[in-house]
């Protein structure tokens, strides 16, 4: 069965610092890999989407890794803000059904 | 473009009560996905539809019923409310199952006591 970790839970830096948020999964048979963010009391914004055959993707200040071999992804956020402070969840697509696998997320609070 | 659109956004059952979360969709996708999220925890699905007519269970389907009759519309029924149905609900859709525009509602938080 497929599981999906996110570590840390919580993370806190200061506005301006690059950081990496990680996810990890246990069966590298996967279709595809997405980032979401959900600000509290919000639905989940879709960040990035990689598939299968992919090893990253690019938007604005945010980049996301995929290395199935090692069943981990990692999203990268430069120069944070304080308007970054929400909840990231990873989750992978098992098939062309469109169900996805979450991981449990980490919360960033950047500060002032 | 309204996107997913749920309702109601909150909503306090007694325990045996019954109750049809709302869901609709307006970018035509065939796609549609209601997920569970209990606190500090990442999203379970409930049940999919690829397409008017067409369901299925997901990972935590018991104590829940969904009809797909239209494109737009999927319902997610509750009956025998019970504690552990505690949670915010997420509909969401996306074109085709291929992800491309996976998009979500803004939830559903229900309380059962």
């Known amino acids: 069965k497929q599981e999906v970790t996110q570590i840390p839970a919580a993370l806190s830096v200061p506005e301006g610092e690059n950081l990496v948020l990680n996810c990890s999964f246990t069966d590298s048979a996967i279709y595809n890999l997405q980032w979401f963010r959900q600000d509290p009391g919000k639905g989940l914004t879709s960040l990035l989407l990689?598939?299968?055959?992919?090893r990253e993707q690019t938007s604005g200040r945010l980049n996301a890794s995929l290395d199935k071999s090692s069943g981990r992804s990692t999203l990268y956020i430069a120069a944070s803000q304080p308007g970054d402070s929400a909840t990231y969840l990873c989750a992978l697509g098992s098939g062309n059904t469109g169900k996805l696998i979450f991981g449990q997320g980490t919360t960033l609070q950047v500060k002032p | 473009n309204a996107g997913v659109t749920q309702t109601p956004k909150f909503r306090i059952l007694k325990i045996g009560q019954s109750m049809t979360l709302q869901c609709t969709q307006d970018m035509n996708h065939n796609y549609m996905y209601w997920y569970r999220q209990d606190p500090g925890m990442g999203l379970k699905l409930i049940y999919y539809s690829v397409g008017a007519g067409i369901t299925d269970k997901g990972e935590v389907p018991n104590g829940y019923n969904v009809s797909r009759s239209t494109t737009e519309d999927f319902p997610l029924r509750l009956e025998l409310a019970a504690p552990s149905q505690t949670s915010v609900y997420f509909c969401?859709?996306?074109?085709?199952?291929?992800?491309?525009?996976?998009?979500f509602g803004s939830g559903t938080r229900l309380t059962v006591v």
């Open positions: 969401a859709s996306s074109y085709e199952g291929q992800h491309y525009g996976y998009t």
């Open positions: 990689i598939q299968s055959s992919q």
